[in-house]
């Protein structure tokens, strides 16, 4: 079955640095990855959406400059947090998906911003 | 706009009782309906999908279009069944995923 790796589980940096999220698909390519944010005990939240070899189209509200979003090959997306705040700490799971074949998530990263 | 709602942010049921979760959506073409489930610590994970119309662990869920709705049921709880249900939404290939907010399911014994 398809399976998606996210990494790392968890991470937690000063306010003001970076943080890099990444989001494989292994035994399968993905054609479109997703980025969700899920708050505690809320729902998930999309906040863009990434095909291979373009750019990631961000939902209303989202900044594409905070959250970088690279999907430079068919198994790989990474999401960036720049400049890192506690306002951002959170959980940040990946999806990805195959034409019309389901979507598949990863196991999320939690966040933590000090 | 794509839009999913679950009205009921808990919902507790006995062991062996129906439990029905609520889900409506709103979207102007032909939507895929899902229903992901996530167990305590665990990812998210596919529990239906409308199209394949198959039941999963004693769920099932109709899409009625003329009520924009795609509740899931089961007709007799069990204790392992207590996890968060989201339904959400797509229009369809590889089109983005929108998700309700959330059913918490509590199967109390």
């Known amino acids: 079955g398809a399976v998606v790796s996210q990494h790392p589980s968890w991470v937690i940096c000063k306010s003001g640095t970076s943080v890099k999220i990444e989001c494989r698909s292994l035994?399968?390519?993905?054609?479109?990855m997703f980025w969700y944010r899920q708050f505690p005990k809320q729902s998930l939240m999309l906040m863009a959406t990434s095909n291979e070899g373009s750019k990631a189209t961000y939902e209303q509200g989202v900044e594409k400059d905070k959250f970088l979003i690279n999907h430079a090959s068919l198994t790989l997306s990474t999401l960036t947090v720049t400049s890192a705040h506690p306002e951002d700490s959170s959980f940040y799971i990946c999806s990805a998906t195959r034409q019309s074949r389901g979507y598949t998530f990863g196991s999320g990263t939690r966040l933590t911003v000090v | 706009a794509q839009r999913v709602t679950q009205p009921e942010k808990l919902l507790s049921v006995f062991k062996g009782a129906p439990v029905e979760l609520k889900c409506n959506y709103s979207y102007s073409g032909s939507p895929e309906l899902f229903w992901y489930v996530q167990y305590s610590r665990q990812r998210l994970q596919l529990l239906l999908r409308?199209?394949s119309r198959e039941s999963i662990k004693g769920f099932t869920a109709d899409l009625n279009k003329g009520e924009t709705s795609f509740h899931l049921k089961k007709p007799f709880a069990q204790e392992e069944d207590s996890a968060m249900y989201y339904c959400?939404?797509?229009?369809?290939?590889?089109?983005?995923?929108?998700f309700g907010k959330g059913t918490k399911l509590t199967v109390n014994p």
């Open positions: 409308h199209i």
């Open positions: 959400a939404l797509s229009g369809g290939g590889s089109e983005k995923l929108v």
């Open positions: 035994d399968f390519q993905a054609t479109t």
